[in-house]
């Protein structure tokens, strides 16, 4: 089993729709959750990080944590061609200091 | 906004080559990662340095690869000798601490060849 698993994708969605990005974790003691966002042929960007059970709203992106069901996602509220890209979840292990990548989501958002 | 610099941006080698890729973090970030990423995967830690020490190079082809950051500020990854499942995007990464999230750098895109 993956340490972090998300849906590959693709994933569309029109502009201006919502996009709903899924993970979850095989750690049960990890603390610390990281989305990524990274465009073709470009390192990935950090664009949230969430630490506690419950939602984080930063603009148009909200990360949701749920520790009891090992399951963090990411909404983008009036989704843009610009959010077009692979979204990455990572995971900080819990007993050691190693950080945990998903094979990312590719996201598109259809003008 | 500070930035990790890496060189080069792309590399071309042959298979059995040496090959090394150069990184520079945020001034001040004592935690320095390096990652490689498969095209369609995501990145997959090769070594973590906290200043000058190596943390973590479990997941370090040590027969081939090594990683060195001598003064705990940049730092050098070397391939040697290349092979072809080497082709891949090499990422260096630095953080203030653990708990915090990387800032990464533009990456070195390696083809062998």
């Known amino acids: 089993q993956k340490e972090v698993e998300q849906n590959s994708g693709p994933l569309s969605v029109p502009e201006g729709a919502i996009a709903s990005l899924n993970c979850t974790y095989s750690d049960r003691g990890s603390q610390s959750f990281f989305w990524y966002r990274q465009y073709s042929g470009k390192s990935p960007e950090l664009i949230m990080f969430?630490?506690?059970?419950g939602d984080k709203e930063d603009g148009r992106f909200t990360a949701q944590l749920n520790k009891a069901s090992q399951y963090v996602s990411l909404l983008i509220r009036d989704s843009q061609p610009s959010d077009s890209a692979t979204y990455l979840c990572a995971v900080k292990s819990a007993t050691g200091n190693q950080f945990y990548f998903g094979t990312g989501t590719s996201l598109t958002v259809i003008p | 906004e500070a930035e990790v610099a890496q060189s080069p941006r792309y590399k071309i080698t042959e298979k059995s080559q040496a090959v090394a890729f150069w990184c520079d973090p945020i001034?001040?970030?004592?935690?320095l990662y390096w990652y490689r990423q498969i095209l369609g995967q995501g990145p997959e830690l090769l070594v973590q340095?906290?200043?000058?020490?190596?943390?973590?190079d479990s997941q370090l082809p040590k027969d081939r690869f090594s990683a060195e950051r001598l003064k705990g500020v940049d730092s050098t990854l070397k391939i040697q000798p290349a092979e072809l499942g080497d082709s891949a995007m090499y990422l260096c990464a630095s953080s203030l601490s653990f708990n915090y999230g990387y800032t990464f750098g533009s990456g070195t895109r390696l083809t062998v060849v």
């Open positions: 001034s001040g970030h004592a935690t």
């Open positions: 340095f906290q200043d000058e020490s190596v943390v973590d």
């Open positions: 969430i630490y506690s059970n």
